[in-house]
């Protein structure tokens, strides 16, 4: 989608700070990082919301959790973990309408958030 800054990042037109690309899949580091590791996990097919998508995209979304959990563990987090996020539209405070799961490490994250 031409307007949309993750498929832009995506495509290389706005820099990002990649650590892991294939055909599906694209993951780079969180511009503001709320933790030591945060970093976000897209897919390249660009679907706004969680709530958007469908059961042909179960196997893209698992995909996405599993990446995230690959890329925590080589970034030092396997044996303490983290937290794997989607925020979903208004309520869930989504500021880019492209689904990403957060990944975040590196320390003790609190719940429930604000
Ligand atoms: P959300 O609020 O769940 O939609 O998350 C969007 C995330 O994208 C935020 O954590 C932002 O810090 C992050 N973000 C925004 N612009 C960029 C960018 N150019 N490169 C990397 N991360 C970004
Ligand atoms: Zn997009």
Not at 18 to 46: G, N
Not at 70 to 77: H, I, M, N, V
Request: glycine content about 10%; charged content about 20%.
């Amino acid at each position: 989608m031409s307007d949309c800054l993750f498929c832009k990042i995506i495509a290389g037109e706005i820099p990002g700070k990649k650590i892991y690309e294939d055909d599906e899949i694209y993951a780079f580091h969180d511009i503001s990082p709320q933790a030591p590791v945060h970093f976000l996990v897209v897919p390249k097919k660009h679907i706004p919301t969680l709530m958007d998508a469908s059961l042909d995209d179960a196997a893209l979304l698992g995909r996405l959790v599993h990446k995230g959990q690959e890329l925590l563990a080589s970034l030092g987090c396997a044996q303490k973990g983290g937290r794997f996020v989607f925020n979903c539209k208004e309520d869930g405070m989504q500021t880019v309408p492209h689904i990403h799961l957060h990944v975040l490490g590196g320390r003790t994250l609190l719940w429930p958030p604000g």
